[in-house]
């Protein structure tokens, strides 16, 4: 094992998870320790692309943009296939969210872990959480767990895969964001699955996002911004 | 955990040892229940996506070509960076070959097994050994059985990685061959770091393959071929 030191690199998808845990790195590591990857995997929400570099200026870490054109040579997920409605619908075979992408979160981390091998640094910092408003199997504990030993082994150093949101409600997640100091970012955030800017307030996502600044007492900055 | 069946998808690169595996799960899972996937990933040497084509249509069965773009934006590595010799040359600094793509084989068989999740299949069948030639950390029997309990985990599907080179020397891959009637297709197959057809004969990649064929005594058929 070798290398890497106390540097921390933040998978960023421009989205409010993520961006929590951008603030929690920059706590927990020091802002000149650490940077952010965004991936273009696709995705039809281009707009996730500049929000995680707006974030990323915002909170004065560098972004780095990896493009990753495997998934939709895959197909089949609504994340990335056109003729796939982005919802909160689930496939009646897998009975996952017809958004799960097999391996996404699993495919993220390990090209984190690649860039960070490249950058020198150790710590890997994802928002995934196995709480309430997730349903996807890549996202749990155990998973993570399985993970961080297989890029470790695999590529020969120590990993950390850090998930700050873990056991975290959005309630909770939102009250970490504006302890942080990381309030003001979220109006640069994306979470609506329709991709409307301001959000449509009605798909699950908006709904969720709502759900949890209501409960913690916050007024989201996302609706002030046009 | 739902779906699988006993198909098998092997990670076919157009090499000895991969096409090795492919008639190793043909005698495993009859013909018709294996497929093979190959990674267009940047790889200088494109004539081995060629290979992995002939051996599969040679061996009977299907093979998808999947792109991977990000190795190439990663950069750093001998086998996609036009500014560094492939060759048997280690890296100063981590003492690894600079053959090694950090993370090169856990991407490979997290997207294998992103494609046989949509394609019914739980069998995953690599080529990677931890013997005499090998010296990547991503080939190590502990690294890929992580691999397996993360990928089963993340997907919520038992998935099974076999590698049934792990252990074995390359004179005994060129027997296994032998035995599994595969040896006429090693005529197909590349080896050579130079990306010579005929084999360039002196690169570590060739002298290797030549001792396993001379201590198993017998002919590599690639030797003959024009």
């Known amino acids: 094992m070798s290398g890497g030191g106390d540097n921390a690199l933040v998978v960023l998808s421009g989205g409010q998870d993520s961006t929590t845990c951008l603030y929690w790195a920059i706590e927990r590591f020091g802002r000149c320790h650490v940077s952010s990857i965004t991936f273009d995997y696709g995705q039809k929400h281009r707009i996730e692309l500049e929000c995680a570099r707006d974030v990323a200026a915002a909170a004065g870490v ?3 943009c990896l493009p990753i054109d495997t998934f939709a040579a895959l197909g ?3 994340l990335t296939d056109a ?19 097999p391996g996404r979160n699993l495919i993220f981390l390990t090209f984190a872990a690649a860039h960070a091998y490249r950058h020198d640094a150790r710590h890997l910092v994802t928002g995934v959480a196995q709480t309430d408003y997730s349903g996807y199997p890549d996202c749990r504990e155990d998973t993570i767990a399985a993970l961080q030993k297989a890029i470790s082994l695999g590529m020969d150093r120590e990993f950390t895969i850090h998930t700050p949101l873990m056991h ?5 997640t939102v009250e970490l964001a504006v302890r942080l100091g990381g309030l003001d970012a979220m109006a640069l955030t994306h979470t609506c699955y329709n991709g409307s800017r301001p959000p449509c307030g009605e798909c699950q996502a908006c709904r969720l996002r709502a759900k949890g600044f209501a409960e913690a007492g916050v007024r989201d900055p996302l609706l002030d911004s046009r």
């Open 62 to 64: 560098s972004n780095a």
């Open 76 to 78: 089949g997920d609504a």
């Open 83 to 101: 003729s796939i409605a982005v919802s909160d619908e689930k496939d009646d075979e897998t009975e996952l969210p017809v958004t799960f992408v």
């Open 168 to 172: 975290r409600s959005k309630k909770e």
